[in-house]
């Protein structure tokens, strides 16, 4: 850590400087004069590692290296900051950071979802901060908003967009009609996407985020192999034109919510009213609703990726390590997750104890009675039906022979809607598997 003598500096070493690290370097450097007024530091990149250093660097005062641990071993560095992303060797850095007694700032969710309990047990230990807000909702301050400006609050549950990839692709696919890999691709060309996309559409980055965000709301440990995951893979315009004539809109969302049983994490589309805000999310907005027992539901809106956004909770991050550095605070400002001590065991319930009202798309053959059957089956299983849309053959024109029955349910328990959706792709009228979206109507969402 800084000597005394330079007390009124913090030294920031920044690793990878791809979209977030381009970005987090642009916004340190055209800010440096008005941050270092705000906060009474000046907060200086010393040092900068990257593959392939642009030439714009050499006269830029900072050093440069291609070696990321060059950056994390050197006494000229107080904070660390991790873009570059991935497993390994971000893991091994963060963890030399932290035995170096250096502040982590990382965006890196997939880092903090599968390694936080690891990362942080070595930096309470060393008595050092690893700050995150970039890694979850982009440029919304939702770590902050849960871990300061709710705290007084017992959280009922939270529910949020928190893939941009996702939303835009969806938003895309809804307005515009557009071919799924053709969306992609523009929000690879965006720098929204992770290197991995099939993280984005298969909802593995939504539940790194939703894990991180289930801890600080909870107080549980980070428990990321326990969210039930789904993409947006197999959903279709005709499913997203049908949940509009429904009156519903479909979101990839993640959902953690405290129950009697116990507690819900999931990720997986889903079908909301199209009167609720967050159904009115689009592109690469991200919006977390969070419902507090004191607050009530509050919601936090704003760009979930790209450069500039994601680079303005980096260097939040920053300001709050400066600051706690500057007023030699006995604790640091920022601690590791929201809760000291964790709460104790928390049941995490299975996918098939939650329950949900249902949309399901059902290709049936034209034949008489196909509608009686479906009804009758969901009667069996005590499923009572909330909509039906039925449409003429050769409707969808990719299943010329195929009657697209789709019906919205009640709630109902998972594990119940299973055994009924098995049923009814038995039926002899009915062509092929049963699509299901889960259908969420929240409290107080919209007051
Ligand atoms: N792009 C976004 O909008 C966004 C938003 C929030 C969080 N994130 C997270 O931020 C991190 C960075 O994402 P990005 O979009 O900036 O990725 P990116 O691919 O644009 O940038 C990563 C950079 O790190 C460099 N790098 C990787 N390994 C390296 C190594 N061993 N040594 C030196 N350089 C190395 C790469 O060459 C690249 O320039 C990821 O963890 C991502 O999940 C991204
Ligand atoms: N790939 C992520 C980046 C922001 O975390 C997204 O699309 O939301
Ligand atoms: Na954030």
């Known amino acids: 850590m800084s000597q005394d003598s330079d007390k009124h500096e913090l030294k920031i070493g920044i690793c990878g400087l ?39 660097l050499k006269n830029s005062g900072v050093k440069v290296s291609t070696d990321v641990f060059a950056v994390a071993n050197d006494p000229g560095v107080d904070l660390v900051v991790e873009l570059i992303g991935g ?8 963890l030399k950071a932290i035995e170096n007694g250096k502040h982590v700032v990382t965006a890196n969710k997939a880092l903090i979802a599968v390694h936080g309990n690891e990362i942080f047990a070595a930096a309470r230990k060393k008595g050092v901060v690893v700050a995150y807000e970039s890694a979850v909702a982009g440029g919304i301050p939702i770590i902050k908003a849960l871990r300061e400006g709710l705290a007084a609050n017992s959280i009922q549950w939270l529910a949020g967009i928190i893939n941009g990839t996702s939303n835009y692709i969806l ?8 071919d799924f890999p053709d969306v992609l691709k523009e929000a690879q060309a965006k720098g929204y996407a992770e290197a991995d996309p099939t993280f984005d559409i298969e909802g593995i980055d939504a539940a790194h985020k939703l894990a991180i965000l289930a801890a600080n709301a909870f107080g549980t440990g980070l428990d990321f192999d326990r969210v039930y995951t789904e993409g947006i893979s197999h959903i279709t315009t005709s499913d997203i034109a049908y949940a509009e004539e429904l009156g519903y809109r479909i979101k990839h969302l993640g959902i953690s919510r405290i129950t009697e049983q116990g507690i819900e994490l999931r990720v997986h589309p889903t079908l909301i009213s199209d009167q609720t805000l967050i159904a009115n999310v689009n592109g690469v907005m991200n919006a977390v609703v969070v419902k507090g027992d004191s607050s009530g539901s509050t919601l936090y809106y704003g760009a979930g990726a790209g450069a500039e956004a994601t680079a303005s909770s980096v260097v939040a991050d920053v300001i709050d390590i400066a600051r706690s550095n500057r007023e030699s605070c006995q604790q640091a400002l ?40 479906i009804s009758q089956v969901l009667t069996d299983y005590g499923i009572n039906i909330e909509a039906v849309i039925q449409k003429e053959p050769g409707y969808d024109e990719s299943e010329p022979n195929i009657v697209p029955v789709v019906i919205l349910t009640a709630p109902t328990v998972e594990k119940n809607m299973n055994v009924a959706i098995k049923a009814i792709e038995e039926m002899s009228e009915v062509a092929g598997k049963v699509t299901r979206i889960r259908v969420e109507h929240f409290d107080g969402e919209n007051e």
């Open 334 to 373: 920022i601690p590791p997750l929201a809760f000291d001590k964790l709460q104790g065991e928390m049941r995490i319930l299975d996918i098939e104890e939650i329950e949900s009202g249902y949309y399901l798309r059902i290709p049936a053959k034209d034949e008489v009675g196909v509608m009686a059957g």
């Open 18 to 56: 791809g979209t977030v690290g381009g970005g987090t370097f642009n916004l340190l450097r055209s800010k440096h004069a008005e941050l270092t007024r705000r906060v009474g530091m000046n907060l200086n990149i010393t040092h900068v590692a990257t593959r392939n250093p642009a030439d714009s």
């Open 87 to 94: 497993f390994e060797p971000a893991l091994e850095l963060v």
């Open 171 to 178: 938003t895309e696919m809804g307005e515009n009609n557009r």
